[in-house]
């Protein structure tokens, strides 16, 4: 059985789990006014924990804050003080998944920027059940969010809406996950995570203004695969060019590095999840975990 949170921060404060509140008449409730961070804290062999990539999580947070132009929000310094000693407070003995929110903590209209409060909570999570046998993806229906409309880059709430109707839609068409498309008919990228393609050993992600999340993960991958010898090229893919891909898979905080076989019931390759997805995704684990000692500064330790 998985470990259990016990406690939670709140405004700074170490409460128990069940004493979180946020006013249902604040506009994190009316009007979405929140962004988040979803991070991750792995649980080395040996006991220690180390969170992944957390600096660069803040980073981005705090720039979803400015362009929600949100009054006073915390320091990254306290957030980052606050997510270190949450974890060992709830006594993890697994991996753990940090939901981290700036949000807008009491009633007003469009236009109120504050009061600004945050929560953190420090839980389990299970991993993708399809990390090693590979995703089933359909090309939805719906379209991915464009820049000038409400912005990919902030990792807001309210975006992840038009993730969950693709994703509803894509369940119900018997399918694992969606990808989407933007505006122009590009690719863009799954509900919830980035997407690569490799074509004849060349790695192909879209690039940052084809209105997909500036991911932390997929920062990850581009180094780890250049530096073992691998060309990455950021370009806009065809919706085509998935029905013809070597390999695919999917990254993410949440999805890790999750291959996927088959996009609109078509095999990717040969049907089965491929080597160097596979290779890069064994890659990945030994960054998160610390069982390597490359990119020390990437671990944050407990």
Known sequence: MAW??????????????????????ALAVTYAATVFE????????????????????????????????????PSTAQLKAD????????????DVYIRLQVLIDGPGTQA???????????????????????????????????????PPR????????AGRLATLQARADGYDAPILLNTRGKVSEAAAACLFIIRKGTLITPGLTDDILESVTRDTVITMAREAGYRVEEDPIDRTELYVADEIFLCGTGQELTPVTSVDRLP????????????????????????????????TPV
């Open 268 to 299: 990717v390759g040969d049907g089965k999840p491929g080597r160097i997805t596979m290779a890069l995704q064994a890659r990945y684990e030994a960054l998160v975990r610390g069982t390597t000692p490359d990119h020390a500064e990437w671990r």
């Open 38 to 73: 979803g991070i991750r804290a792995y649980r080395h062999p040996k006991g220690m924990f180390s969170v992944f990539r957390l600096d660069e999580h803040l980073e981005r947070l705090a720039q979803g804050v400015k362009i929600m132009r949100m009054d006073d929000p």
């Open 83 to 94: 997510v270190l000693r949450l974890i060992p407070a709830n006594e993890p003995d697994d």
């Open 112 to 150: 109120t920027r504050g009061p600004t409060g945050w929560t953190i909570v420090a839980i389990p999570r299970e991993r993708n059940p399809k990390r090693s046998t590979g995703l089933a993806v359909g090309v939805s229906s719906w379209t991915r969010l464009m820049d000038n409309a409400s």
């Open 4 to 25: 259990q949170a016990r406690l939670m921060i709140q405004n700074g404060k170490l409460i128990p789990w069940e004493d979180g509140r946020i006013h249902p008449h």
């Open 154 to 161: 902030v990792k807001a709430t309210a975006n992840y809406h």
